[in-house]
C-alpha cells in the first residue's frame, strides 16, 4: 500500500499541445461564462493531381476532450482537481442545496481511512443535492425544457452546433 503522494509532480504531466493545431474555447449562447473546450486543426494544403496547384485548407475545428492538460495557459494542480465550469449554472438554478458533511457509509469510512489522506485533494468540497420535493435528473429537466439551455454550452453534448 502507498504511504506517500505518488502523483505527478509540476511540470511532469505533458502539457505539450498537438501538432497542428490549437486549443481554442467557444463561449455558449445562453451561459457565455461556459467556455467549450475546441481544438483548431490546421490543415496541410492539396495538390490538385492534374494540375499541381496548390489550394490552402481551413482550419477544421473539433470538440477536444483532453481538458486542460493541453493548452499551456491553463495551472495544472492535480491536488485541487479541474476547474468547476458548470458550479454557477448549477447553483444559479436553485434547486440544489449543499450538505453539511458527506451522508454515504462510504464516503464517511473513506474519509476516516488516514491510509489515504496521501490521496486527497487539498479542496474537499461538500456535495450538493437536490432540494426537498424536487428532482434535478437530466429527465426530468428535460421535460422542463431546462436541459436545453445546458446543451447549448456542455462540453459533452451538441458541440456540432458550437463547431464552426
Known amino acids: 500500500m502507498k504511504t506517500k503522494d505518488t502523483?505527478?509532480?509540476p511540470?511532469?504531466?505533458?502539457?505539450q499541445p498537438f501538432p497542428n493545431s490549437k486549443k481554442i474555447y467557444v463561449a455558449g449562447k445562453i451561459h457565455p461564462n461556459?467556455?467549450?473546450?475546441?481544438?483548431q486543426i490546421y490543415l496541410s494544403d492539396t495538390k490538385?493531381?492534374?494540375t499541381g496547384k496548390m489550394t490552402s485548407n481551413e482550419p477544421v475545428t473539433v470538440y477536444d476532450t483532453s481538458g486542460p492538460y493541453t493548452d499551456p495557459n491553463k495551472a495544472i494542480d492535480i491536488?485541487?482537481?479541474i476547474e468547476r465550469i458548470r458550479e454557477k449554472w448549477i447553483l444559479d438554478r436553485n434547486?440544489?442545496?449543499?450538505l453539511e458533511a458527506f451522508s454515504s457509509s462510504y464516503s464517511k469510512q473513506r474519509l476516516n481511512d488516514t491510509s489515504l489522506d496521501h490521496m486527497r485533494f487539498s479542496l474537499m468540497r461538500k456535495p450538493l443535492r437536490?432540494?426537498?420535493?424536487?428532482n434535478v435528473t437530466n429527465y426530468i429537466m428535460q421535460k422542463r425544457e431546462l436541459l436545453r439551455q445546458k446543451w447549448n454550452t456542455s462540453p459533452f453534448v451538441k458541440t456540432?452546433?458550437?463547431m464552426k
Open 130 to 134: 437536490a432540494k426537498e420535493g424536487v
Open 79 to 81: 491536488h485541487k482537481g
Open 95 to 98: 434547486n440544489v442545496e449543499q
Open 160 to 162: 456540432n452546433e458550437l
Open 34 to 39: 461556459i467556455k467549450v473546450g475546441m481544438r
Open 11 to 15: 511540470g511532469t504531466i505533458t502539457r
Open 7 to 9: 502523483a505527478p509532480k
Open 48 to 50: 490538385d493531381s492534374l
